[in-house]
């Protein structure tokens, strides 16, 4: 899935509760894309955007960064059926203590299939389907997520080596893909709510996310 274009559109102060960052926005084109859905086809042409915090020197050495997927449940309503409010705040906090890094914001609203989809995925969990079986029950993949976005994003940055708070393998792979190293794998596992350790035990059993400290069953 090619990206072309991609360019900083915006760049602005940005206090928060956890510190004082710098809020850039980009845009790219993405020529082409593999449709996520059997049986639809995807338009030729699309405008995929990101966000980026970014607080301290960024340069000195590989900065600690977070990709993070746009979770409106989790980020704004506090949904308690999955992590990424907890891995949202984790990733600000961890950021904050250092003194630098870089939070990358992409728009894949549940793993890139869309919040409208996302929701029936919710009632078919609701009959006891796995977040995964759900996905695959709608047409979908599993993770309908691709990262060449947020490789550009730092490239643009002008950053070519991280340390990457994630507990994600593909999120390493492609950024070494796109040719950012990625020196240090930091966890971004948290405690788990008995709301969300079935979902946790999916991505760790189907997904293959590096979740060590959830318990075995």
Not at 6 to 11: F, L
Not at 94 to 115: H, M, P
Not at 145 to 174: D, Q, S, W, Y
Not at 199 to 215: I, N, Q
Request: charged share 30%.
């Amino acid at each position: 899935m090619p990206l072309e274009s991609v360019r900083k559109v915006a760049d602005a102060d940005f206090p928060t509760r956890w510190g004082h960052f710098r809020i850039l926005g980009f845009e790219g084109e993405v020529v082409s894309p593999e449709p996520c859905r059997e049986g639809t086809t995807a338009p030729p042409v699309r405008i995929e955007a990101g966000v980026a915090l970014v607080m301290g020197d960024i340069h000195a050495e590989p900065p600690i960064v977070r990709i993070h997927s746009q979770c409106l449940t989790g980020d704004v309503f506090h949904s308690l059926r999955c992590d990424c409010r907890q891995q949202l705040e984790l990733a600000l906090a961890k950021i904050t203590e250092a003194g630098t890094g870089i939070l990358l914001y992409e728009q894949q609203e549940g793993r890139g299939i869309g919040l409208m989809a996302k929701l029936r995925a919710y009632e078919l969990q609701d009959q006891g389907r796995d977040t995964v079986e759900a996905n695959v029950e709608l047409g979908y993949k599993a993770d309908c997520r691709r990262f060449e976005l947020p490789a550009e994003m730092l490239k643009l940055l002008g950053v070519h080596a991280v340390r990457l708070i994630t507990n994600n393998p593909e999120k390493v792979e492609a950024l070494e893909s796109a040719g950012i190293a990625v020196t240090e794998r930091i966890s971004a596992e948290i405690e788990p709510e008995e709301t969300f350790e079935r979902y946790l035990r999916v991505k760790r059993e189907k997904m293959g996310h590096l979740l060590d400290s959830l318990p075995v069953k």
